[in-house]
């Protein structure tokens, strides 16, 4: 079946840094991808998102890297702030509400 | 713009109770789905309504139930409820089937089975 995966479950890096988490998928048919943040008490929240047709998608202070040759994608951040630290899902949108999501990447920023 | 707002916050119950969770999505959005969340399965599909119809379903027990109303706001029921039910249940809203689109979550009920 579909499946939506990341690398690390934990991800630790200092404040001021830039942090990658990657998540790999297992649907060569898969055309949208999402990032969410979820942080303490709350439900995952949208950070930037990516189509098949794209390979490469920016924020502010994120970008979104797709490589569909290897069924991979990832999450920059860059200068990582201490409000940053939260959980990061991947998540992969089949049909309106319907999405696969990853494990969830728990990021932590060292001050 | 409100959010989607899901209540109650926290529920305890016992094995064997049934409970029921309600969800207000962001006005204007007729799609509403919800997902349970937990520490081993991570986030999970469990249904998604559209005009008051079920239209996608996920790999859940029948005792996992729910509905949709005129206005959009929705209900979950899980009935006969088991320890392995404890768990985050989400509540999402977008605008609609047929478009591939993020989905805007509320924060969540924490339910606790004993």
């Known amino acids: 079946g579909e499946s939506v995966g990341l690398h690390l479950p934990t991800l630790s890096v200092q404040e001021g840094d830039n942090s990658i988490i990657n998540c790999a998928y297992s649907?060569?048919?898969?055309?949208?991808f999402i990032w969410y943040k979820q942080e303490s008490g709350k439900g995952p929240q949208f950070i930037i998102d990516?189509?098949?047709?794209?390979d490469k998608r920016q924020g502010q202070r994120v970008t979104v890297l797709l490589n569909k040759t290897v069924k991979h994608l990832s999450l920059q951040i860059a200068a990582t702030q201490p409000g940053d630290s939260a959980v990061y899902f991947c998540?992969?949108?089949?049909?309106?509400?319907?999405?696969?999501f990853g494990d969830g990447t728990t990021l932590t920023v060292k001050p | 713009k409100a959010g989607v707002t899901q209540t109650p916050r926290y529920l305890i119950k016992t094995r064997g109770q049934q409970v029921t969770l309600s969800c207000s999505p962001i006005s204007g959005h007729r799609s509403v789905s919800w997902y349970q969340q937990t520490p081993g399965q991570g986030l999970q599909f469990l249904f998604e309504y559209f005009s008051e119809t079920q239209r996608n379903k996920g790999n859940f027990p029948g005792r996992f139930s729910g509905r949709q109303f005129s206005n959009s706001r929705s209900e979950m029921n899980v009935s006969t409820l088991e320890l392995g039910d404890s768990a985050l249940y989400l509540c999402?809203?977008?605008?609609?089937?047929?478009?591939?689109?993020?989905?805007?979550f509320g924060s969540g009920t924490q339910l606790s089975v004993l």
């Open positions: 990516i189509r098949s047709n794209m």
């Open positions: 998540a992969e949108n089949q049909n309106a509400g319907k999405s696969t």
């Open positions: 649907n060569s048919a898969s055309d949208y």
């Open positions: 999402a809203s977008s605008t609609g089937p047929g478009v591939k689109e993020k989905l805007f």
